[in-house]
């Protein structure tokens, strides 16, 4: 879209059973906050809209686990998140939620417009019914195998491991959640919104029309969906925690919670309105509007197909103009999991990395998961730290303000005859904005960030290359004129990093005192090459931007997330029961000593088996083991083990094994030894 009135710029409701970590930031709130301040920094209408998502059955479930009301979750979770979303920098307009009576209104409102207009159908199906539990088990409430891709854990509603969506009906063995049952079908009376009508008008909207624009995980996404054929979905539950339906024959019945959860955009867009005495409806309903959705790939079906057929059944509403959504990020190369306790959660980054916010910003807009799943590490982490953050930009700017003050007592000083080098300069600051703007245009994130840095690295080497603090003792005069141009480099930069990194960038405005001049320094006066930092302007004294993050701080967070993962194996730690009793005389028929493993060598194609030359203390043997996926042959020569020794002889691959070495597994199916390896223990010694 070209030239829009104004922008309704909104990030995923984020679900309000745990609180946020790294991997909904990166996928996208930060993206999301750099595009809306970035539009705010260009003068354009903007309403940014956010808020929590409370109901569904994942709320339920927790509520009942902790014996508390959903209501306690919700309000629990929602004071977290909002709090921390603020603390990182993050600009929503509003951020509401669902729980909030203008939301139950809205999006009832919105469901009897439809239901009115006839575009639902109304249909008693069967549906799985738990008799143990004596309630019907929509979404999560079932677990079964994923009729697409065969996950064994797919949940009701849609399948965590490839994304597709479906119906509980549709599962596959399915399993109360609940009470571990099968359930059986009962029949209940459900509205469906048939999706299959508005097939002709998706594929028209999407496949031919956005084609060029939308990302390609998104695209293909609601491509195959679409060509898969597209299925009434149903648009109510069988629940009591949701916003009830509102017509005959709804009783004991919500909302499922995907239609009622994008109606959150519209409902805190009102909210926000009434608050600011504005209208709202242009935000939603004038086609000079541009809508963008943040989301994570998981939520692109309900953005692109079913929340676009609901705005399109109602009618009177802008569609989408993009979904820029994002794949997943990992954290030290496993999955993200709320669950498992594997993730970095931003309220304990946030008091653990005091006033850190931006270097969490930026590591994760430098390392975006945009195009593909991507990992957060915190080596590099530090490494953005450190080598960028702090060894670029901070130190660029360090190097300015002290030579400033040192050599004019922070007035900036008046420029001179310029060089082809300082006109080359000066035309490059001119050309940022354009270049940033284009690349997050075409949300882009990582790109922007890295041209951001670009303008860093150039004034670092502009400084290194003309050297004032060795032509100060030659020629004032041209110091003069590379400390001006330096200013002006420093000055872009505070506004440029502005929707990257918004706290750096209010303290370097603060360090050159813009707020005291009557800036040329915006977004647009840089573009048109306006003087940003005017000769005669007094700046302030240096202060750091950034610290190095030294080892300890990121080995004490390895340290935690080792400890989770411990705690997670102790939790899941299946002990086998003990089996049955035997008599001394049957133990004693077991001839176990200890060995010595002489040579060792792989079986050819095999990939587990070893093939081991071993010291009994009675002979040497040959003995083939399993082990060849934890050890490689050089590691095990010269090893003490532990040999049962009178197993009777079988052949493996063709070669007579005679005996076996005893072994125990982790529970990561690493191999460890049964080690009687002290000094004085020899070979052939019994182990009784
Ligand atoms: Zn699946």
Redesign the pocket.
């Known amino acids: 879209m070209n030239n829009p009135k104004r922008y309704t710029v909104t990030a995923a409701l984020p679900y309000t059973n745990g609180p946020i970590h790294i991997g909904h930031l990166a996928g996208v709130y930060v993206p999301a906050d750099i595009y809306a301040r970035y539009l705010r920094l260009h003068g354009h209408d903007v309403a940014f809209i956010c808020g929590s998502d409370e109901h569904g059955v994942p709320i339920t479930i927790k509520a009942k686990k902790e014996g508390v009301t959903p209501q306690d979750i919700v309000d629990k979770y929602h004071a977290i998140i909002k709090k921390s979303f603020e603390d990182i920098g993050i600009t929503f307009d509003n951020y509401s939620r669902t729980s909030a009576k203008i939301h139950h209104e809205t999006a009832s409102e919105f469901f009897m417009t439809l239901y009115n207009k006839g575009e639902f159908i109304e249909e008693v199906t069967e549906q799985l019914y738990d008799k143990e539990a004596n309630q019907f088990l929509a979404d999560r409430f079932v677990v079964g195998t994923?009729p697409?891709?065969?996950?064994e854990e797919?949940y009701g509603d849609q399948?965590e491991?490839?994304g597709?969506s479906h119906n509980a009906t549709d599962l596959i063995n399915p399993k109360s959640a609940i009470t571990g049952a099968t359930p059986t079908l009962k029949e209940t009376k459900h509205w469906f919104l048939p999706l299959d009508k508005h097939e002709a008008f998706l594929k028209e909207w999407i496949l031919e029309g956005h084609k060029k624009d939308w990302k390609s995980n998104v695209y293909g996404q609601c491509k195959s969906w679409i060509d898969d054929g597209l299925r009434p979905r149903a648009v109510t539950r069988d629940l009591d925690w949701g916003i009830p339906v509102p017509v005959e024959g709804g009783e004991g019945k919500v909302l499922y919670v995907w239609f009622d959860a994008p109606i959150g955009y519209i409902s805190a867009t009102k909210e926000w309105a009434e608050l600011e005495g504005k209208d709202w409806e242009p935000y939603w309903k004038d086609k000079d509007t541009k809508l963008v959705h943040f989301i994570g790939k998981d939520n692109i079906v309900f953005h692109c197909i079913i929340f676009p057929a609901m705005l399109k059944a109602e009618g009177s509403y802008v569609l989408p103009d993009n979904v820029p959504a994002n794949e997943f990020l990992n954290l030290e190369g496993n999955k993200l999991s709320t669950s498992k306790n594997w993730a970095v959660w931003l309220h304990e980054y946030l008091l653990e990395f005091p006033d850190k916010q931006d270097v969490l910003r930026y590591a994760l807009t430098a390392n975006a998961p945009e195009t593909k799943d991507n990992d957060f590490t915190w080596k590099d982490f530090q490494a953005r730290n450190n080598n960028e953050l702090v060894a670029i930009f901070g130190n660029f700017i360090n190097r300015v303000v002290v030579l400033t003050n040192k050599y004019y007592n922070g007035i900036v000083p008046k420029p001179n005859a310029l060089t082809n080098v300082d006109e080359e300069v000066l035309a490059a600051i001119k050309a940022y904005p354009s270049v940033i703007a284009s690349s997050i245009e075409r949300y882009r994130f990582r790109e922007a960030s890295q041209e951001l840095l670009n303008l860093a690295r150039l004034g670092n080497k502009y400084l290194a290359d003309e050297e004032p603090w060795k032509v100060i003792k030659e020629d004032e005069d041209r110091v003069q004129t590379i400390m001006y141009i330096a200013l002006q480099i420093s000055s872009a930069l505070a506004v440029l990093s502005e929707p990257f990194l918004p706290f750096t960038s209010d303290k370097l405005k603060r360090i050159l005192c813009h707020t005291e001049i009557d800036s040329e320094s915006t977004w647009d006066g840089i573009s048109e090459g306006r003087e940003l930092l005017p000769a005669n302007h007094t700046i302030g004294k240096a202060e750091l931007l950034f610290n190095k993050i030294e080892d300890k701080e990121v080995q004490a967070q390895l340290d935690k997330l080792i400890a989770s993962k411990k705690a997670n194996e102790a939790a899941n730690k299946v002990i086998e029961p003990q089996k049955d009793t035997i008599t001394f005389n049957d133990f004693t028929k077991l001839d176990i000593r200890v060995g010595t493993i002489l040579e060792a060598e792989k079986m050819p194609k095999a990939k587990k088996l070893l093939v081991l030359k071993v010291d009994t203390g009675i002979d040497v043997r040959t003995i083939v083991s399993g082990i060849a996926e934890t050890f490689t042959a050089e590691e095990v020569v010269g090893k003490k083990v532990t040999v049962l020794v009178n197993l009777a002889p079988r052949a493996l691959r063709g070669v007579k094994s005679e005996g076996m070495i005893l072994m125990t597994e982790t529970p990561e199916g690493k191999l460890v030894f049964v080690n009687p390896d002290e000094a004085g223990v020899a070979n052939g010694l019994h182990i009784s």
Not at 148 to 151: D, E, F, Y
């Open positions: 994923c697409k891709c065969g996950n797919s399948c491991n490839c597709t």
